[in-house]
């Protein structure tokens, strides 16, 4: 079987797209899950905490 350059941009296109929206749903998962909430406001409050004052 020999691979040539167009089957294998034909692959990544079609594969390619489905693992990006995959990942990108993976991750609003992820960001939207109930549980995390306190860490995610617990990071956005620490971000300020060390700023030091002119």
């Known amino acids: 079987m020999d691979i040539d350059h167009d ?3 034909a692959f990544s296109k079609s594969w390619g797209l489905l693992y ?3 990942f990108a749903v993976a991750v609003t998962l992820y960001a939207f899950w109930p549980s995390n ?3 995610f406001r617990d990071a956005k409050k620490r971000i300020l905490e060390g700023d030091d004052r002119p």
């Open 20 to 22: 990006l929206i995959a």
């Open 7 to 9: 089957t294998l941009v």
């Open 37 to 39: 909430r306190e860490r």
